[in-house]
């Protein structure tokens, strides 16, 4: 249970970026490709929990000052240094290997997410703002990844939206921490000392209000929309899935674990499932008449 908790399989949630090119080029259920991209997955979610467990190893003397951080297995002393280093090594040999397997470019975007988690724990997660976007650079990547890893290109607005959308992720979760904290805040994580909850809340709404006109460009005006009319049916859920979020987050000050309100929130799982749906509809082809 706690190397369970150690790895963090509820975060590989959000490894199901990887998927967007293999669903948006219409390789959906093409057997070749089909098995790339769960490949593509695995190594993205070895490599990702490797990452973890090395924050969680250097993180472990400020985890144990944090409420509830304190409850992981290295903070908590449920698992030894030793130990979760040679799961890190281990995790981060699989992934590695996989990348390695798929190609070159595939294996360079997944040294690149290494290369800026390194830094990320290293320095960049102590410094306001360059820390959230060095994890959005991480999201990027995931995407780039499942393109590279089937030899699709991808747009660079779904990019540009997927930036966006992991920067409101990410200054929500930075809000979560900079409120449950109190004035303790800068004692667990040093960049919340730079931050006020009245520049989170300008953040993540800036960053809710570009990643809907991103996704909405995308979806009338990109290639992938040209020759997939019907892609304009998943603007209505990203709209609603992003209002949905902004609520949670603005009324109840949650955020903190952007994977479980995305398992726990009703709204949120209608919001994702129906884009996925309605994807794949426009995807084999369906459009919407009234449109031109």
């Keep these: 249970m706690s190397i369970l908790r150690l790895l963090r399989p509820k975060q590989w949630s959000k490894n199901l970026l990887v998927f967007a090119a293999y669903l948006f080029a219409g390789h959906l259920g093409w057997q070749e490709d089909t098995g790339q991209i769960l490949l593509a997955f695995a190594a993205m979610c070895l490599v990702s929990s490797a990452t973890y467990v090395a924050n969680d190893i250097l993180d472990r003397e400020r985890d144990r000052q944090h409420p509830k951080k304190k409850e992981r297995p290295i ?33 360079a975007i997944l040294g690149g997410y290494v290369l ?8 960049l997660k102590h410094v306001a703002v360059a820390d959230v976007f060095t994890i959005a650079t991480g999201f990027v990547l995931r995407a780039a990844l499942g393109a590279q890893a089937i030899d699709v290109p991808i747009s660079g607005w ?27 805040r800068s004692n667990s994580r040093e960049a919340l000392a730079d931050y006020s909850r009245q520049i989170l809340d300008v953040f993540v709404s800036l960053f809710a209000g570009v990643s809907i006109m991103s996704y909405s460009i995308y979806s009338f005006q990109s290639e992938t929309a040209q020759q ?28 903190g674990e952007p994977a479980e309100i995305l398992l726990r929130d009703p709204h949120v799982i209608i919001s994702v499932v129906g884009f996925v749906a309605a994807a ?13």
């Excluded at 779904?158 to 109190?182: D, V, W």
């Excluded at 997939?228 to 987050?249: A, K």
């Design 280 to 292: 794949i509809f426009a995807i084999q082809g369906g459009s919407v008449p009234i449109v031109n």
């Design 158 to 184: 779904l990019l540009f939206c997927t930036a966006s959308l992991a920067l409101m992720l990410g200054f929500a979760k930075r809000r979560n921490e900079f409120i449950a904290q109190g004035d303790d």
């Design 116 to 123: 800026t988690q390194i830094l990320y724990n290293l320095k």
């Design 75 to 107: 903070a908590s002393g449920a698992i030894s240094v030793p130990v979760a280093i040679a799961i890190l090594v281990l995790l981060g040999a699989g992934g590695i290997g996989i990348g390695w397997y798929l190609g070159l470019w595939p294996l």
């Design 228 to 255: 997939y009319p019907g892609l304009l049916l998943t603007t209505p859920f990203v709209l609603y899935g992003v209002c949905r979020y902004l609520l949670i987050v603005l009324t109840k000050n949650e955020g």
